[in-house]
């Protein structure tokens, strides 16, 4: 190989692409000119460089974000479904759907009292179609892959590890959309029926639900809506959400261990 | 939050920030970058249904900021882009931190060169260098052969090293750091 060689074929050697004997070729050709390693690597030093201020610069791609899921969001629900599988689930279970709905609407116009935060109604929502229906949705219960869901919506490893210390088990979780905020939505098994928990890093949204209590030492808020319990707790890092179609009393044993967990 | 939006939220929505860092460089200022990124999301979620899954998202993403990019028109770089890229950098060497000098104005003199390339070059440094994309992968972002890939990269590198200054090109070198910023400041 020569000089010329060398200089043609460097973009693919910097970028780690050049088939074995090529490369052994470029090597070899590089221990016997001074000339072309100094090159190639004032050449690498740049990249380096280069890589490292781009890298360094502040991009906060935050807003961008946002804007896109409210417009994927209204567009979702305008658009009808795309799958046949998809399709199916919602033909099968559109009156269930409307009339939970409709469930929804009412429960939440006629709490009594406060202005119930919309996002008891997003999980109650999610609770029914996604546990009690089961419609179809990629749930992960790999705990690596759990734990990556976990990290994205700013809940601690040690959370989830917390709350698996008792007689929950974790079977499975997904990322899902309350409010227009992203939670992580587990769901824990105490051997007789599946319970939802949404946990997701504190933030400034709005938590308001129609009644309270203390529970562990936490101000407990919850919402009756369409058949789902719902009750919501902060701690200092985290929200944390459980709802479920079952009696209260199996809420209410679910939260008081999260509440003592986290 | 459909199946649908939950594979395109853990698949595409992950490589925002990687998009508005190329975007940035490439637009003619801050919000059409970010209008950029967003019609680049938009026009994936569209087309989710065609994308292979287990293949590179990454390259599907950066071709489709590139097509929309250019279904645009290229419109003139402004310098309010690199203003206020540079501004952060600028700020602090205006504080008068000698220690922190040479590094921010190396820096600056880098993001500056940068943005002095053409078009053309500036994509291959942002895409190769910057993003990590191998000659295969831009091509297929770019829609061009490898062999024209290769040849603009190995370009773009040599202009970029053209527009630094001689002093800046050797903080490379680092007992020259000082004197660069000496000569940048003066």
Same mark, same amino acid.
């Given at each position: 190989?020569?000089?010329?060689?060398?200089?043609?074929?460097?973009?693919?050697?910097?970028?780690?692409?050049?088939?074995?004997?090529?490369?052994?070729?470029?090597?070899?050709?590089?221990?016997?000119?001074?000339?072309?390693?100094?090159?190639?690597?004032?050449?690498?030093?740049?990249?380096?460089?280069?890589?490292?201020?781009?890298?360094?610069?502040?991009?906060?791609?935050?807003?961008?974000?946002?804007?896109?899921?409210?417009?994927?969001?209204?567009?979702?629900?305008?658009?009808?479904?795309?799958?046949?599988?998809?399709?199916?689930?919602?033909?099968?279970?559109?009156?269930?759907?409307?009339?939970?709905?409709?469930?929804?609407?009412?429960?939440?116009?006629?709490?009594?009292?406060?202005?119930?935060?919309?996002?008891?109604?997003?999980?109650?929502?999610?609770?029914?179609?996604?546990?009690?229906?089961?419609?179809?949705?990629?749930?992960?219960?790999?705990?690596?892959?759990?734990?990556?869901?976990?990290?994205?919506?700013?809940?601690?490893?040690?959370?989830?590890?917390?709350?698996?210390?008792?007689?929950?088990?974790?079977?499975?979780?997904?990322?899902?959309?309350?409010?227009?905020?992203?939670?992580?939505?587990?769901?824990?098994?105490?051997?007789?029926?599946?319970?939802?928990?949404?946990?997701?890093?504190?933030?400034?949204?709005?938590?308001?639900?129609?009644?309270?209590?203390?529970?562990?030492?936490?101000?407990?808020?919850?919402?009756?809506?369409?058949?789902?319990?719902?009750?919501?707790?902060?701690?200092?890092?985290?929200?944390?959400?459980?709802?479920?179609?079952?009696?209260?009393?199996?809420?209410?044993?679910?939260?008081?261990?999260?509440?003592?967990?986290? | 939050?459909?199946?649908?939006? *939950? !594979?395109?939220? /853990?698949? =595409? @929505?992950?490589?925002?920030?990687?998009?508005?860092?190329?975007?940035?460089?490439? &637009?003619?200022?801050?919000?059409?970058?970010?209008?950029?990124?967003?019609?680049?999301?938009?026009?994936?979620?569209?087309?989710?249904?065609?994308?292979?899954?287990?293949?590179?998202?990454?390259?599907?993403?950066?071709?489709?900021?590139?097509?929309?990019?250019?279904?645009?028109?290229?419109?003139?770089?402004?310098?309010?882009?690199?203003?206020?890229? *540079? !501004?952060?950098? /600028?700020? =602090? @060497?205006?504080?008068?931190?000698?220690?922190?000098?040479?590094?921010?104005?190396? &820096?600056?003199?880098?993001?500056?060169?940068?943005?002095?390339?053409?078009?053309?070059?500036?994509?291959?440094?942002?895409?190769?260098?910057?993003?990590?994309?191998?000659?295969?992968?831009?091509?297929?972002?770019?829609?061009?052969?490898?062999?024209?890939?290769?040849?603009?990269?190995?370009?773009?590198?040599?202009?970029?090293?053209?527009?630094?200054?001689?002093?800046?090109?050797?903080?490379?070198?680092?007992?020259?750091?000082?004197?660069?910023?000496?000569?940048?400041?003066?």
């Amino acid at each position: 190989m020569n000089c010329h060689e060398r200089a043609e074929l460097t973009p693919l050697y910097l970028s780690g692409e050049l088939e074995e004997e090529r490369a052994a070729a470029f090597g070899a050709h590089l221990k016997s000119c001074a000339e072309c390693i100094g090159e190639l690597q004032h050449q690498a030093r740049l990249d380096a460089r280069l890589h490292d201020v781009l890298l360094a610069e502040d991009v906060n791609a935050t807003k961008v974000d946002q804007r896109v899921r409210e417009m994927i969001a209204s567009r979702a629900a305008s658009q009808p479904a795309y799958r046949d599988e998809s399709r199916r689930w919602i033909l099968a279970t559109a009156g269930i759907a409307a009339a939970f709905a409709l469930l929804v609407l009412a429960g939440h116009r006629f709490l009594l009292g406060k202005q119930v935060a919309q996002v008891y109604a997003d999980a109650a929502r999610d609770d029914q179609m996604e546990v009690v229906q089961l419609q179809p949705r990629h749930w992960y219960s790999d705990p690596a892959q759990i734990s990556v869901l976990a990290q994205k919506v700013g809940v601690p490893q040690s959370a989830l590890q917390a709350l698996q210390r008792g007689p929950y088990r974790l079977e499975r979780a997904k990322i899902c959309f309350l409010d227009k905020h992203l939670f992580l939505h587990v769901v824990f098994s105490d051997g007789q029926r599946d319970l939802s928990m949404f946990l997701r890093q504190r933030d400034a949204m709005s938590v308001q639900g129609s009644a309270d209590e203390m529970m562990n030492g936490k101000l407990v808020q919850t919402a009756d809506i369409g058949g789902e319990h719902v009750a919501l707790f902060e701690t200092p890092q985290l929200i944390v959400m459980v709802a479920t179609t079952q009696s209260s009393d199996a809420a209410s044993h679910l939260v008081a261990f999260a509440a003592s967990k986290l | 939050m459909t199946e649908r939006q *939950e !594979e395109f939220e /853990l698949t =595409a @929505m992950p490589h925002s920030r990687s998009l508005l860092r190329v975007a940035r460089r490439i &637009a003619s200022d801050p919000a059409a970058a970010e209008d950029l990124v967003q019609e680049t999301l938009l026009r994936a979620w569209r087309n989710f249904d065609r994308f292979e899954k287990g293949t590179n998202v990454r390259a599907w993403l950066f071709r489709i900021l590139f097509n929309a990019f250019y279904a645009q028109g290229r419109k003139a770089r402004s310098s309010p882009l690199v203003a206020s890229i *540079e !501004e952060g950098r /600028l700020e =602090a @060497m205006s504080r008068g931190d000698a220690r922190a000098q040479p590094p921010i104005v190396e &820096a600056a003199a880098v993001s500056h060169a940068l943005q002095q390339l053409s078009d053309d070059h500036r994509a291959v440094l942002l895409l190769g260098v910057v993003e990590g994309f191998t000659c295969r992968e831009m091509a297929e972002i770019l829609s061009l052969p490898i062999g024209t890939v290769m040849s603009r990269i190995s370009r773009a590198r040599q202009a970029l090293r053209e527009r630094l200054s001689p002093a800046c090109s050797d903080v490379l070198h680092p007992r020259a750091d000082v004197e660069c910023a000496e000569r940048e400041v003066s």
